[in-house]
């Protein structure tokens, strides 16, 4: 049973850092692309990161790039979110999400977290 399991989420002030984790188990994922996405309050689930498990490259919405991190442990199965610079309008719950091949920023995904909670006061 595949399982992606999301934590680290928290309550934070502007300016500060959070780092998200996804534990994933069940399956390799050396040939997934691992996504984190969020969803803010009435708003649609939005792309936010991205890392093909295997190689490494990176990918970043526009909105965080220069401020989160994407990362992998494959050691550990674990995926990161490094958030510095934290600002109000990222507060949402983010999702962990894996896709079988490439990168995609639509919510096209075979796996899903549940999701941790991020709110980042002002």
């Known amino acids: 049973q595949v399982q992606l399991v999301e934590s680290g989420g928290g309550l934070v002030q502007t300016g500060g850092s959070l780092r998200l984790s996804c534990a994933a188990s069940?399956?390799?994922?050396?040939?997934?692309?691992m996504h984190w996405f969020r969803q803010a309050p009435g708003k649609e689930r939005e792309f936010v990161a991205a890392?093909?498990?295997?190689?490494?490259?990176?990918y970043y919405a526009d909105s965080v790039k220069g401020r989160f991190t994407i990362s992998r442990e494959s050691a550990k199965n674990t995926v990161y979110l490094q958030m510095n610079s934290l600002k109000p309008e990222d507060t949402a719950v983010y999702y962990c999400?894996?896709?079988?091949?490439?990168?995609?920023?639509?919510?096209?995904?075979?796996?899903w977290g549940k999701g941790t909670l991020v709110t980042v006061s002002s």
């Open positions: 890392i093909i498990w295997s190689g490494g490259r990176t």
């Open positions: 999400a894996a896709r079988f091949g490439g990168v995609t920023t639509n919510a096209d995904m075979q796996y």
């Open positions: 069940g399956r390799t994922f050396s040939s997934y692309a």
